[in-house]
């Protein structure tokens, strides 16, 4: 089985939780409160820059220029394009970049990208990436698993751009990536390094399932 298989099986009823929240159920309905959703958005620019950093660390950890280059394309995409679109969302919404550069950091986004950190201060790449595809890997299937209800609003939905977002081939070709990266770096790994790798993947995937629900709380 491919290293990111069994770290999914490994956390199963964990990754289900962060897969199917409530907070994704009501996005897919469209019946999520406006201002759970620009509450998640904001702390979603905070977290965006951490992630920023996150594969800034991913360049230091490399030990090849492959991976070097491909942590490199990952740290632009956020820098160049991705942070960008995300303000211009979030005024979409509403949410003035002012607004957005005065935001205080919730517990739950301070807790969940801090540990994404630690795993690579701590650990080496593998440990970093098996911390980060929680969020790479999980919001891709997240979009599908919304696609594939048939409760999920699909066009007078003020969340419908939002799924596509995440469901548009660049993202999802993102994901693959990063989940053939996991596969490569987790070969033939001895069995206390897989079980210390499932422990990480599972409080990142748990992490993830409190950033939903500090959204739905509106919680600091
Ligand atoms: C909290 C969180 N996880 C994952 C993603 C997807 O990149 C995101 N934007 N925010």
Not at 8 to 26: G, L, P
Not at 125 to 151: K, R
Request: aromatic share 12%.
């Amino acid at each position: 089985m491919s290293l990111y298989d069994h770290l999914k099986t490994r956390c199963a009823d964990d990754w289900n939780a962060y897969i199917q929240h409530d907070f994704v159920r009501h996005l897919g309905q469209g019946t999520l409160p406006r201002e759970c959703f620009q509450h998640y958005l904001k702390q979603d620019y905070l977290f965006l820059i951490q992630f920023s950093r996150a594969w800034g660390l991913a360049v230091f950890k490399s030990e090849d220029l492959t991976s070097m280059r491909y942590a490199q394309s990952g740290l632009n995409a956020m820098l160049d394009t991705e942070i960008g679109l995300h303000v211009d969302y979030c005024r979409d919404w509403g949410i003035s970049e002012a607004q957005l550069q005065a935001l205080p950091e919730a517990s739950a986004t301070v807790a969940y990208t801090r540990y994404v950190l630690d795993a690579g201060f701590a650990g080496d790449l593998l440990d970093l990436h098996v911390a980060l595809a929680p969020c790479i890997i999980g919001y891709a299937e997240i979009a599908n698993w919304l696609a594939a209800q048939p409760d999920t609003v699909r066009e007078d939905s003020p969340y419908a751009p939002w799924i596509d977002m995440y469901l548009s081939d660049e993202y999802q070709q993102a994901a693959n990536t990063e989940r053939e990266l996991l596969d490569t770096l987790g070969q033939n790994l001895p069995p206390a390094r897989l079980e210390a790798l499932s422990k990480r993947f599972r409080t990142a995937t748990r992490m993830e399932a409190s950033f939903w629900q500090m959204g739905l709380d509106l919680a600091d």
